[in-house]
C-alpha cells in the first residue's frame, strides 16, 4: 500500500496531566474522578511523515 500505518499507542488521561487539562481549558465539563482515552499513530507516504493523535470523550449521557 502506499500509505503506512505504523503501531497504535493508547493512554488513559486523567485530571493532573496536559492533555486532560487542555480539554477542560477548551470548554469540556470533566471531573477530576473521570477518565478519557486517547490513541495515536504515525502514517507515511512518499516519504513524509502525518503523526495523528485522537482524544475520545468519556461516557456522556447523549439521549435527547
Same mark, same amino acid.
Given at each position: +500500500?502506499?500509505?503506512q &500505518?505504523g +503501531?497504535l499507542e493508547?493512554?488513559s488521561?486523567?485530571s493532573?496531566?496536559s492533555?486532560f487539562?487542555?480539554?477542560k &481549558?477548551?470548554?469540556?465539563?470533566?471531573?477530576d474522578?473521570?477518565?478519557m482515552?486517547? &490513541? &495515536?499513530s504515525? !502514517? $507515511? !507516504?512518499?516519504? @513524509? $511523515?502525518?503523526?495523528v493523535?485522537?482524544? !475520545?470523550? +468519556? @461516557?456522556q449521557d447523549? $439521549?435527547?
Open positions: +500500500p502506499a500509505i &500505518r +503501531p493508547v493512554a488521561l486523567r493532573g496531566q492533555l487539562e487542555q480539554a &481549558r477548551y470548554g469540556l465539563e470533566l471531573d474522578k473521570a477518565t482515552w486517547a &490513541r &495515536r504515525c !502514517f $507515511s !507516504f512518499a516519504g @513524509n $511523515s502525518l503523526l493523535c485522537e482524544m !475520545f470523550l +468519556p @461516557n447523549w $439521549s435527547i
